[in-house]
């Protein structure tokens, strides 16, 4: 039995549960943080869209109350469609409001919690409530399959922002192994192990980089490795799923299957 199977078997229970909880824990942390920075936010709106202080405070409230809101509903399992739908107007509003699309960093990483969001969905059609109902199925090309596809591929741009471009022998290991394993989830070859190996060595870096809890919380440095922690635990969730629900039907490994 591969590890990746053995892994599935022993969590199967937990895995889903665990998966989603980590793919919104960025939104939770996000939503909280509105809260507790309100003026902060509102002020930082307002001076760089010079909107007022009525637009700038619809914005924080929404951001607040379309973070908390929507993931309540999928850790209550209700109305998950509906929630996702909510929280990728939030990437977006969040992408134009804080100009992350210009920042090509921060855009791959948004673009890769839309890609954990797409998993979510896909998880919720197997369910069977989906918004898509009546959609003809097309077999294996179905909405769901092309979710997945979609959900892994933009997941993986998370790992592009990782790369480090220097000469040193554990970068280049560390790239060549990087790439080859973001390449297998993409393609969905592998995909539960490669995934699974993902999460693993996300989860190290992402301890020992952003470990915001060692930097005193009046340090600015102290936000922006939070945000980057939480953000990064968002893939790991995305991942999860991926381990999960395994590749879906547009992949490698399911056409694997019919040779």
């Not at 895995?15 to 980590?22: G, Q, S, V």
């Not at 010079?50 to 509903?73: E, H, I, R």
């Not at 480090?164 to 790439?179: A, C, K, R």
């Not at 009046?218 to 995305?238: A, E, N």
């Amino acid at each position: 039995m591969s590890l990746s199977r053995q892994f599935l078997r022993m969590t199967k229970q937990y895995l889903p549960h665990l998966a989603r909880l980590c793919l919104i824990s960025t939104f939770l942390e996000d939503g909280i943080r509105m809260w507790f920075q309100w003026n902060e936010q509102r002020d930082y709106i307002e001076a760089t869209w010079s909107c007022g202080y009525f637009l700038a405070t619809c914005f924080v409230l929404l951001n607040l109350m379309g973070q908390l809101g929507g993931c309540v509903l999928i850790l209550s399992r209700n109305f998950v469609q509906y929630a996702c739908f909510g929280l990728f107007g939030i990437i977006a509003l969040q992408t134009i409001a804080y100009s992350i699309l210009w920042d090509l960093k921060f855009l791959m990483r948004n673009l890769a919690l839309g890609g954990g969001l797409l998993l979510l969905l896909a998880e919720s059609r197997s369910e069977g409530k989906s918004m898509f109902a009546g959609v003809p199925s097309m077999g294996e090309s179905s909405p769901k399959q092309y979710m997945q596809l979609g959900g892994r591929v933009l997941l993986v741009l998370m790992f592009m922002t990782l790369l480090h471009f220097d000469p040193s022998f554990f970068s280049i290991l560390q790239n060549m192994v990087g790439t080859a394993l973001i390449i297998l989830v993409a393609i969905g070859f592998k995909t539960k192990l490669a995934a699974l190996t993902l999460v693993v060595w996300l989860f190290a870096i992402n301890v020992y980089f952003n470990a915001f809890w060692t930097v005193p919380a009046y340090k600015p440095m102290h936000d922006f490795l939070k945000y980057d922690f939480f953000q990064t635990m968002s893939v790991i969730g995305g991942l999860l799923l991926v381990v999960a629900l395994g590749p879906g039907g547009v992949s490698m490994d399911e056409k694997k299957k019919e040779w």
